[in-house]
């Protein structure tokens, strides 16, 4: 009698039921979809741990309290899971350099992983500006040629790609889709990482607090400003179009408007395209990027927008309308973080932020009472 898996080693299944035993050897059904790997396969390292002359330049001055949140990372890294729980717009990523260069040159693997695809992106271009002499690679969707680098910034769902691989993880906004509640991710990520992680987030759900041993906090912003504080507008619909209507035409910014579904995305572009310069962006738009890039260089102008944007964008000189903000669609940690798009600029520290809802709802209330407690605590 063949005797069946008790575990697989990347996705941590344990069910037999999703254990297949091919021509090769054993597979196992629950993480297939990433790559068809045998479970006695291993990730085989083409380089040697190499030290590193790590060094980084950044174009501006921590703040106070950055400077104190990047030591205690770098005095803590080796011995903790670490937690870093910051307002949106408080700068994370610059909290994290200090610590990068001293593993590197310790000759640890550092990787940095994000659920979004167009975040990573982004971000390795601006570590690319901070880290001058390192080899900074993205591993993403139509990124995947070259997957070895100083220092990775990839999706999550390509860590199946470095199983036990890095010495420290950096898991950027852990409690984003797709990341968020999906098992499998989370354990490929596990998987990914022999020793400790460090997780960033202005919204911690149960996995990170349970995998954190330290939680550092951080709910200033480098301007030092409060953060906006939503304003909740109920109506009815389809009154609802007209208040947005009213809202477009009062905002002296850039706008922003989250909608929870594709649908309604394209059917209000359609819509607004008739009144005003307006353009849309969903995970089925070609060129996001592009997109995105047109929509920052604009003095004025509405983006149409669905979750996709929520998060690790910075687009200043702006104003957000979360339309129909009660949808089901949104949770807390969604409505936090696409308020948390205002504001975030060093010229532009202020917005204005509406939430239109149909009827009174618990959630919008709790993301409100969230930013206020942010900000007492800041």
Same mark, same amino acid.
């Given at each position: 009698? !063949?005797?069946?898996?008790?575990?697989?080693?990347?996705? %941590?299944?344990?069910?037999?039921?999703?254990?297949?035993?091919?021509?090769?050897?054993?597979?196992?059904?629950?993480?297939?979809?990433?790559?068809?790997?045998?479970?006695?396969?291993?990730?085989?390292?083409?380089?040697?741990?190499?030290?590193?002359?790590?060094?980084?330049?950044?174009?501006?001055?921590?703040?106070?309290? %950055?400077?104190?949140?990047?030591?205690?990372?770098?005095? =803590?890294?080796r011995?903790? =899971?670490?937690?870093?729980?910051?307002?949106?717009?408080?700068?994370? $990523?610059?909290?994290?350099?200090?610590?990068?260069?001293?593993?590197?040159?310790?000759? *640890?693997?550092?990787?940095?992983?994000?659920?979004?695809?167009?975040?990573?992106?982004?971000?390795?271009?601006?570590?690319?500006?901070?880290?001058?002499?390192?080899?900074? #690679?993205?591993?993403?969707?139509?990124?995947?040629?070259? !997957?070895?680098?100083?220092?990775?910034?990839?999706?999550?769902?390509?860590?199946?790609?470095?199983? &036990?691989?890095?010495?420290?993880?950096?898991?950027?906004?852990?409690?984003? @889709?797709?990341?968020?509640?999906?098992?499998?991710? %989370? =354990?490929?990520?596990?998987?990914?990482?022999?020793?400790?992680?460090?997780?960033?987030?202005?919204?911690?759900?149960e @996995?990170?607090?349970?995998?954190?041993?330290?939680? /550092?906090?951080?709910?200033?912003?480098?301007?030092k400003?409060?953060?906006?504080?939503?304003?909740?507008?109920?109506?009815?619909?389809? *009154?609802?179009?007209?208040?947005?209507?009213?809202?477009?035409?009062?905002?002296?910014?850039?706008?922003?408007?989250?909608?929870?579904?594709?649908?309604?995305?394209? +059917?209000?572009?359609?819509?607004? $395209?008739?009144?005003?310069?307006?353009?849309?962006?969903s +995970?089925?738009?070609?060129?996001?990027?592009?997109?995105v890039?047109?929509?920052?260089?604009?003095?004025?102008?509405?983006?149409?927008?669905t979750? #996709?944007?929520?998060?690790?964008?910075t687009?200043?000189?702006?104003? !957000?309308? !979360? @339309?129909?903000?009660?949808?089901?669609?949104?949770?807390?940690?969604?409505?936090?973080?696409?308020?948390?798009?205002?504001?975030? +600029?060093? /010229?532009?520290?202020?917005?204005?932020?509406?939430?239109?809802?149909?009827?009174?709802?618990?959630?919008?209330? &709790?993301? #409100?009472?969230?930013?206020?407690?942010?900000?007492?605590?800041?």
């Amino acid at each position: 009698m !063949v005797e069946v898996p008790r575990q697989c080693p990347r996705c %941590q299944n344990k069910d037999p039921a999703y254990f297949f035993l091919g021509a090769k050897g054993w597979y196992c059904r629950k993480c297939i979809g990433f790559r068809r790997f045998l479970l006695s396969d291993h990730y085989e390292k083409t380089n040697e741990l190499k030290m590193l002359e790590a060094e980084y330049f950044l174009p501006f001055k921590l703040s106070k309290k %950055q400077r104190v949140i990047a030591e205690q990372v770098k005095e =803590n890294y080796r011995q903790h =899971n670490i937690l870093i729980y910051a307002a949106c717009g408080s700068g994370k $990523t610059e909290l994290m350099l200090e610590f990068i260069v001293d593993a590197l040159r310790h000759g *640890w693997r550092v990787g940095w992983a994000i659920p979004r695809r167009q975040v990573v992106l982004q971000l390795a271009n601006r570590l690319r500006t901070y880290f001058p002499t390192l080899k900074v #690679i993205a591993v993403c969707q139509g990124y995947t040629n070259i !997957v070895e680098g100083d220092l990775i910034v990839c999706t999550t769902h390509q860590l199946y790609r470095y199983y &036990q691989y890095f010495d420290y993880l950096i898991i950027d906004e852990p409690d984003a @889709f797709p990341f968020k509640e999906n098992e499998v991710l %989370q =354990n490929v990520a596990l998987s990914a990482c022999k020793g400790k992680l460090l997780f960033l987030t202005a919204t911690p759900d149960e @996995f990170v607090r349970r995998h954190s041993s330290l939680q /550092l906090e951080l709910f200033v912003r480098p301007h030092k400003r409060s953060l906006d504080i939503p304003q909740v507008i109920q109506v009815f619909r389809p *009154w609802d179009f007209l208040v947005l209507g009213f809202l477009i035409r009062k905002s002296k910014r850039k706008l922003i408007v989250f909608v929870a579904s594709i649908k309604l995305a394209e +059917s209000l572009h359609r819509l607004l $395209t008739k009144f005003c310069d307006c353009a849309v962006i969903s +995970s089925q738009t070609e060129n996001k990027e592009k997109t995105v890039w047109d929509f920052i260089k604009q003095k004025k102008g509405v983006l149409v927008s669905t979750t #996709i944007l929520e998060r690790g964008v910075t687009i200043p000189d702006i104003d !957000v309308v !979360v @339309f129909r903000a009660d949808s089901e669609i949104f949770d807390q940690a969604a409505l936090i973080q696409m308020a948390g798009r205002v504001g975030r +600029s060093y /010229l532009y520290p202020q917005g204005d932020i509406w939430f239109i809802t149909n009827y009174q709802s618990k959630k919008v209330q &709790q993301c #409100i009472q969230s930013i206020e407690k942010m900000n007492q605590l800041a």
